[in-house]
């Protein structure tokens, strides 16, 4: 299908979770971004944050702080995997009719439900839909949100980046069955997947794309890196730059191993980056 019916347009932002958050801005500022301020969300979610925001999607660097049921999992997985790539915010422009598509499309969500977080003496507002993690889709975990205050998530936020990073691009996936794993986002973003010529798998999510590969073709993509989760993963993150070279530039300043991929992506390696492979890929 060319055009899609589903109410999720694309992506939020992208979330990295780490387990040490001022560590992880630092590494991030290395790389030529600009985080934002410390953000501390409401008691009842008990998380804490750093976002690299785009023009109209964002980076957030991710920890917990309290001590609740979903924060307990994340440790548990930290402690397994390692810091990375492991939830995606989905973006819609009604969270109602975002609901009843992912409930019709046979996924567990609770109810939607209204978040907040401080923007100066004013709250940017949410709408947000839990998924479960780990139900029906493996690998990341899920929130469908539609922004209620944007301009306030905007109104002081710096988008230019060192590195000329500009959006999120799309997502890679190590999985044994991709069109197993790819089924569940299909039906998500409501395109079939369709078949790339190395094999692997891509599904449209917005002006991102999401690529599902065998472990075998994600070591042929990658083949100096040894990932420390086992498939299924969140192997690299690739975001958006008007002009690699920029990206070659911050790096290199910063004395930050790269890579230039075949195709002249410029890659920074998971230990360099909290987890995931980034990858700065010319928008066109």
Partial sequence: MSTSSSPIVGF???????????AAAARYRRLGFAPSQFYLHPKAVGTANYNMMFKDDYLELLTGV????????????????????????????????????VRDAGFNCMPVYDHHRPEGS??????????????????????????????LMWRSANTTHANGAAGIAGVILSAPDPATLAKPYSKLFGFEPRQASDGSLTVKAGKA???????????????????????????????????????KSALGAAKVPYRLAPGGAVEVAPQEACGVVLRFVAQR
């Avoid at 472990?215 to 990932?227: C, G, M, Q, V």
Wanted: hydrophobic share 45%; proline share 9%.
């Fill in 66 to 101: 309290e001590d609740n049921p979903r924060n307990r999992q994340r440790l548990v997985r930290l402690a397994a995997e390692g810091d990375g790539l492991k939830d995606m915010s989905l973006l819609t422009k009604d969270a109602d009719a975002a609901f009843t598509w």
């Fill in 12 to 22: 939020s932002h992208a979330i990295v979770w780490v387990r040490d958050l001022e």
């Fill in 122 to 151: 004013e709250d940017a507002r949410f709408r947000i839909i839990y998924m479960p993690p780990d139900e029906l889709l493996p690998v990341l975990g899920f929130h469908v949100c539609q922004r209620l205050t944007p301009e």
């Fill in 209 to 247: 794309t999401l690529r599902f590969a065998t472990p075998s073709r994600i070591a042929e993509l990658f083949p100096d890196i040894r990932f420390q989760p086992k498939p299924p993963f969140a192997a690299a993150l690739e975001l958006f730059v008007d002009d690699p070279t920029k990206a």
